[in-house]
């Protein structure tokens, strides 16, 4: 029997309780005591499904890294919030009482990042069973004869119980998620949203990689038949996971990878898909994810009686999560890997209904989308919201970005050039009109100039340049309607579809401002401009 248990305990980290150590346990046990304990029920196919209470997705304003002589020249802190050493040494402090407190404790070691060479060893300390197992599925799994000889680089500890102090521990209120990159802790209280863990050490790793020459993304990844790897950026609800889970292609992974100069590697060893009106026909390789023992299934709505699932049902969030396996999707690659990308693609669910549903980029125009990280909400998801509202999060990641974007930007348009990289900025949002007039993007034809766009055959269509945005547009694409590739044919109101792009190009140029000083001519150059009303048709060039 292969002990899991390893040398390097948590007295060797300066952690000491009289609780039960639960170390290393596999997915039948921590659903075990999930069940046994009441953290979570049985559904009839097998997943375990759990509620997080009050928090049902990730608790961005609460989160800190501390301001130290290390970090304090090396972090974006216009756009992370600091904590101050003292405040952090007071909840390490309480946060060790509280472990000290503690009945029985689950402790995972996990690799963050998949090629051997430029993985964190990770440390997971949970006072929940079905936590432990989440992590556990989110990250990649060490060999269990390496367990033994396991020592952290990087350690997590996740008290959902623990409430945060503002006057002793200088947080906003309760809730607490804590990075002190020198000391390589960091504290997670006051919120059972298990998702804080795994973007945790997505922040880790986008803050150690690219000292490191690696370019850290906030994407999916797959491999075509001929081993050509594409990747995919987007923010939440663009189709990140749903178009990368295409069973014509390997999957690497669905949200986090580094590109290095030999491979495109994933993160994690598991997935983390919406499951929230999830169809089996549109994405029947993660629907089947949901009658899997071994799935974690957060705050989907379930018959107490009969255990079915209702993925309809968003009673108790909008944000309705699976996390499984990786191994889960049938075409997954074995190794987490694959060869460095020869297309990069940027998605949006442009709700304004004014971008094409494919574009082709040049290398400035990519960093330019990169560092936009467009997308649009649609009205009525919030209060007071009543017509598209965009939405720019820079490197389609701010949240989990520690340096300034330009860091990554700069990475990613070197590797672009580098490796001849064609990329494509694609819409999956709406047409015919914004939200309320138009329609959704059909999902068959975004796969069908997706299908082109990585076989090469695209390549070879008749682009126009797009007026707006001046990126190129193909004119036709078989099996694709011509008429959905114009955004303005689509449109009855020619004059509103103007008008809305008008607004749509002023709010990129005035998101894009704060960066126009830290970019080249060529980036600057790849502005949206004016529209050009005196063109009276597209111009039009080979490929």
């Known amino acids: 029997m292969i002990d899991r248990v390893p040398a390097y305990g948590l007295s060797n980290q300066g952690i000491e309780t009289g609780a039960k150590l639960n170390w290393n346990f596999g997915p039948a046990a921590l659903v075990e005591q999930a069940v046994s304990r009441g953290e979570g029920i049985l559904a009839k196919d097998g997943p375990l499904v759990v509620k997080t209470g009050k928090h049902t997705g990730r608790s961005a304003k609460d989160k800190f890294i501390v301001r130290d002589s290390e970090t304090e020249s090396t972090i974006w802190w216009d756009n992370n919030a600091s904590m101050t050493p003292a405040h952090f040494a007071a909840l390490k402090q309480d946060f060790l009482a509280a472990v000290a407190d503690k009945s029985e404790l689950f402790v995972a070691d996990l690799f963050g990042g998949s090629q051997p060479e430029h ?19 989110l990250l990649v799994r060490p060999q269990p004869e390496d367990l033994a000889e396991f020592v952290p ?76 790897t594409a990747v995919f950026f987007g923010l939440s609800g663009t189709g990140k996971t749903t178009l ?19 491979a495109v590697f994933n993160f994690e060893g598991g997935c983390y898909a919406k499951m929230i009106r999830l169809s089996p026909e549109a994405e029947p390789e993660i629907f089947a994810t949901t009658k899997r023992f071994g799935t974690v299934l957060e705050n989907v709505v379930i018959d107490p009686v009969t255990r079915e699932l209702d993925l309809d049902d968003n009673s108790l969030a909008e944000n309705t999560r699976g996390a499984y396996p990786i191994d889960f999707i049938p075409n997954a690659s074995a190794e987490n890997m694959g060869p460095v990308p020869k297309n990069i693609v940027f998605l ?40 598209p509202e965009a939405t720019f999060s820079t490197c389609f990641g701010a949240p989990f970005m520690p340096r300034h974007p330009t ?13 001849g990289v064609t990329c494509w900025l694609v819409n999956t949002g709406w047409t015919g009109g914004k939200y309320g007039v138009g329609s959704r993007m059909p999902i068959k034809a975004t796969r069908a100039l997706l299908n082109a766009a990585l076989d090469g055959s695209l390549n070879n269509a008749e682009f126009r340049k797009d007026p707006n945005f001046g990126f190129e547009v193909p004119v036709a694409v078989p099996g694709v309607d011509s008429k959905i590739l114009n955004p303005r044919d689509t449109w009855a109101d020619k004059a509103d579809y103007d008008a809305t792009a008008d607004k749509l190009v002023t709010l990129f140029n005035d998101n894009f401002a704060k960066f126009l000083a830290h970019v080249d001519d060529g980036v600057r150059a790849s502005a949206p401009g004016a529209r050009q009303v005196q063109v009276a048709r597209p111009e039009v060039t080979a490929a």
């Open 119 to 137: 993985r964190v060893r990770v440390r997971v300390i949970n006072e929940l069973a079905w936590h432990n197992l989440f992590i556990r599925t």
């Open 153 to 228: 680089e990087f350690t997590i500890i996740d008290l959902p119980s623990f409430k945060a102090d503002p006057a002793r521990h200088g947080t906003r209120g309760e809730t607490v998620i804590a990075v002190n990159l020198t000391d390589k802790l960091i504290l997670i209280g006051g919120t059972a949203y298990a998702g804080e863990m795994k973007k945790s050490v997505f922040g880790i790793l986008n803050y150690l990689l690219p000292v490191e020459g690696v370019m850290p993304m906030h994407c999916s990844a797959n491999i075509g038949p001929n081993g050509d």
């Open 244 to 262: 990368s889970a295409d069973a014509s292609r390997t999957l690497i992974g669905d949200d986090e990878h580094g590109w290095s100069d030999t």
């Open 348 to 387: 949006t669910a442009d709700a304004f209904g004014v971008l094409p549903p494919i574009a082709r980029l040049t290398p400035d125009q990519a960093m330019y989308h990169f560092l936009s990280g467009y997308t649009a909400k649609v009205a009525g998801t919030e209060i007071g919201v009543t017509e």
């Open 407 to 419: 860091v990554y930007g700069n990475l990613l348009k070197e590797r672009i050039a580098k490796g």
